[in-house]
């Protein structure tokens, strides 16, 4: 076997390399690579610090829920572990779900009842 590598192996490593490239500039414009510029690699809620193959545990999570809303300087993202990425949808749920109509398809009326309201006037009187 010879140990010189012919025109075609040094043709196809190129285009491996010009392929390589592309999409690293790709995933560079992406909101995701933006943010893991912008940003320190820690969760923003946990304080978890990553690197290396641990990166992708990393999220971006999008402050207002809205996935369309990417501005340039990052202000509607953090970056968020898993869990606590997780952990934050889960709660937007519960928050959507008490929003939510009732059964019967009208939507409850918030708590009018104020056991403090006459709190001050009570403290009053008792001075």
């Known amino acids: ?15 491996i390399v010009a392929e390589a490239r592309r999409n690293q500039a790709q995933r560079e414009k992406t909101y995701r690579a933006q943010a893991l510029k912008m940003y320190p690699w820690i969760c923003a809620r946990c304080g978890r610090e ?8 990393l999220t971006v999570h999008h402050k207002d829920h809205n996935h369309d809303n990417n501005p340039p300087d990052g202000s ?14 889960a709660r937007q749920q519960v928050a959507d779900a008490y929003g939510e109509l009732t059964p019967g398809g ?7 009842y104020r056991p403090f309201a006459d709190l001050e006037d009570l403290l009053k009187r008792t001075t």
């Open 50 to 57: 990553f690197s290396g193959k641990k990166l992708r545990e």
């Open 106 to 112: 009208e939507h409850e009326s918030p708590a009018t």
């Open 76 to 89: 509607n993202w953090e970056l968020l572990c898993l869990y606590c990425h997780d952990n934050e949808h």
């Open 1 to 15: 076997m010879s140990s010189k590598k012919t025109r075609l192996d040094i043709d196809g490593q190129d285009r």
